[in-house]
């Protein structure tokens, strides 16, 4: 198991300058941003020789020092019965005190009675780039007697969040940048039972994974020997496939052969078994995240001993940009048609409206319908 993940993760390396470049779509300077901190050169002087430059890859340039004075924002939720260890494993991800319990621990919010959506924002900061990191919490998912309906209130959050950046499209004023709130990832969080999926992992994901890019993680993946840990990844991607739940990277959104290359090993590894630690340790001289036990000490970012590098580097390094892209492009756009299509049908019954003297429709129908969609402010339930 060691040696396939050691190729798998090698091969993933030599593919990620590619990956940076091809995963950005709607802004392609992040990734440029993320690894190319050096100063500006400038194109004239090393491009003076050359009489058939023109200097169009200085775009590239322009577009990375726009991106760094805004900033970037990435919002992840964390889905999950309590004990399985989300907020030590969000600290991981990011080597700081993100979670909610880290920045709002409360005795009285232990064992919540019904499900509340919790988010924290951070200002994170690493080589002079800066992004808005929103982490939103679900405490009391899966922990009732009675778990029926549980992922209406997170359905409802992740809608309220599109309507939020609907209605501030159709405004007649927008603002010149739209604050983004929506949310771009959900970790669901499977106990590492070593059998198979519960009908709440199952009924959650298949409903979910409709409407946000949905990574699944088997939890405190050290309880588990390794022969037990290939079993349980196995049987739960044959119930992934058995029940049409399709989570990310989605197969239908690769773009081109070499894009579904490396998409398919990662398919092939879902769902990541990790170990998340914020306790540091020395081990042959090294400072290390990990857990000790009276057998050794577990490394977290050892993919020998656990498969959180892979999570780490899928969520931040690779594909983070893409994870954004799909959320704008395929859930929203999924959601704002829905919510267009419907509010037309407010206008069905209304006159047809004159034409304009020179032959051209008048404009008020569009009016009427921006108008419409803001009149309809509630969410709609996404339910399928």
């Given at each position: ?15 990620h300058?590619w ?17 190319h ?28 020092r726009?991106?760094?004075?805004q900033?970037f ?16 494993l969000m ?15 409360s ?14 924002s ?12 929103t ?9 009732q007697?009675?778990?029926e ?8 959050f992740i ?23 929506r ?35 088997i939890?405190k993946a050290?309880?588990?020997t390794?022969?037990e840990?290939d079993?349980?990844?196995?049987t739960?991607?044959?119930?992934l ?5 399709d ?31 914020d ?44 994870i954004k ?14 919510r ?18 020179n032959?051209?429709?008048a404009?008020?129908?569009a009016?009427?319908?921006a ?12 339910e399928m």
């Open positions: 198991m060691a040696s396939t993940s050691s190729e798998i993760y090698n091969n993933r390396e030599v593919d300058h990956s940076e470049v091809s995963l950005s779509h709607s802004n392609m300077s992040e990734s440029a941003k993320v690894h901190p050096g100063p500006p050169v400038k194109a004239e002087k090393t491009h003076g020789s050359d009489f058939s430059y023109v200097g169009i890859d200085a775009i590239l340039e322009q577009m990375r726009k991106a760094m004075k900033g924002e990435f919002n992840i939720m964390i889905v999950g019965q309590s004990g399985l260890g989300k907020s030590t600290n991981t991800l990011f080597k700081s005190k993100v979670s909610r319990k880290s920045v709002q621990p005795p009285e919010e232990r064992i919540p009675k019904t499900i509340e959506i919790k988010s924290v951070h200002d994170v900061e690493e080589k002079g780039v800066r992004m808005k990191l982490v939103i919490d679900t405490p009391g998912f899966g922990d007697i009675n778990n309906n549980c992922w209406q209130p997170i359905m409802k809608n309220d969040q599109y309507e939020a950046y609907l209605q501030e499209e159709i405004n007649i004023n927008r603002k010149k940048r739209i604050p983004d709130s949310v771009h990832c959900c970790i669901y969080f499977i106990p590492p039972t070593g059998h198979c999926l519960r009908p709440l992992d199952v009924e959650f994901m298949r409903r979910l994974s409709k409407v946000v890019n949905i990574v699944p993680v939890a050290d309880t588990l390794l022969e840990r079993d349980f990844k196995q739960i991607r044959e119930e496939r058995a029940n049409g739940i989570v990310y990277p989605q197969k239908e959104f690769d773009e081109d052969a070499e894009d579904r290359i490396i998409n398919d090993k990662i398919r092939e590894m879902i769902p990541f078994a990790v170990v998340g630690s306790q540091e340790y020395q081990v042959n001289g090294k400072r290390i995240l990990g857990r000790k036990t009276k057998w050794g000490t577990i490394e977290v970012e050892n993919i020998a001993h656990c498969e959180f590098a892979y999570l780490r580097d899928l969520l931040i390094r690779t594909h983070m940009q893409n892209d799909i959320t704008g492009s395929i859930h929203y756009e999924t959601y704002r048609v829905r267009l299509n419907e509010s037309n049908g407010h206008f069905t019954s209304l006159p047809a409206v004159e034409p304009k003297t032959g051209l429709p404009e008020q129908p009016a009427l319908q108008n419409g969609v803001a009149a309809q402010h509630g969410a709609l339930s996404h």
